[in-house]
């Protein structure tokens, strides 16, 4: 694992997973607007160096280049982060990326990596680095999700919506067992968000097709994370327009959302 090391301090410092670009960066950001010391980390060392160099005139910074797709790497990011003598007193889960194509149109291999990152390291993080963040009396974990994992699943994206959905029941979780320990745990569920999320799987041609209302910016996005992890909420569902989808779902038919969801979702398959 490559690392760059500065000043070991004892700060409680908030570790943000796939910090390298996207939502990640701008929560990355917004932490150090608000004086809270960070670790950044993700699997490309260069532009993590990069967004730390911008932060650290404002915040103590720490890197540590990580690929959470190896099942040994969790383990060996919190060994490292203590190895560093810092504590972490807020565990954003942000990491993560989409396959896409129907669920045969890739091997194994690719999904397993994709289900190592978005739910094997999630889940192993959060347990190895909850106890220090409980001891903290003001502990948060912002997960961030999807409005995909509350809504029907799509044509297109097989284990997206599931291990999205994942991250939501594990926050509702999470936060009704530390709840009283001081530990606020949120899910983030955004929508279409300005990021390279769709330039990496391919797919920017065919989302640059939708209207620009759906769209929301990352930095907002990461604003309202922060905000309702501040704030105690458990499910934050950023833009009115994700509200209305999210509360629609509540209201119609399974039957008529899976299949408006399976119409539309096809449009943007990329295979």
């Not at 943000?16 to 960066?25: K, L």
């Not at 993700?42 to 720490?62: D, G, K, S």
């Not at 509350?150 to 067992?177: C, I, N, W």
């Amino acid at each position: 694992m490559t690392s760059t090391l500065v000043a070991p301090s004892r700060h409680e410092y908030a570790l943000v997973t796939g910090a390298s670009s996207g939502i990640g960066a701008e929560i990355a950001r917004e932490y150090a607007r608000r004086g809270v010391p960070l670790i950044l980390t993700a699997r490309r060392i260069n532009r993590l160096e990069t967004l730390a160099a911008e932060l650290r005139a404002q915040v103590p910074v720490e890197v540590i280049a990580a690929d959470l797709a190896q099942t040994e790497v969790p383990q060996q990011l919190v060994d490292e982060i203590a190895r560093r003598g810092l504590a972490v007193r807020i565990f954003v889960n942000n990491a993560g990326y989409g396959v896409p194509g129907r669920y045969l149109v890739n091997d194994w291999a690719t999904h397993q990596a994709f289900l190592n990152v978005m739910i094997g390291a999630v889940s192993e993080l959060t347990y190895r680095l909850l106890p220090q963040i409980r001891a903290s009396g003001n502990g948060r974990i912002l997960n961030v999700a999807s409005v995909a994992g509350l809504v029907p699943g799509a044509d297109g994206q097989t284990l997206y919506a599931p291990v999205k959905a994942y991250m939501v029941k594990m926050s509702e979780s999470l936060h009704l067992e530390y709840q009283a320990d001081g530990v606020h745990v949120t899910a983030l569920c955004p929508g279409f968000t300005r990021s390279e999320f769709h330039d990496v799987t391919g797919t920017r041609g065919m989302m640059d097709k939708l209207p620009k209302l759906i769209w929301l910016q990352a930095d907002a996005v990461a604003r309202a994370g922060i905000d309702a992890a501040e704030r105690g909420q458990v499910l934050s569902v950023p833009g009115w327009q994700y509200k209305a989808v999210y509360w629609l779902t509540k209201l119609l038919p399974e039957s008529l959302l899976l299949a408006v969801m399976g119409r539309n979702s096809r449009k943007f398959r990329k295979v």
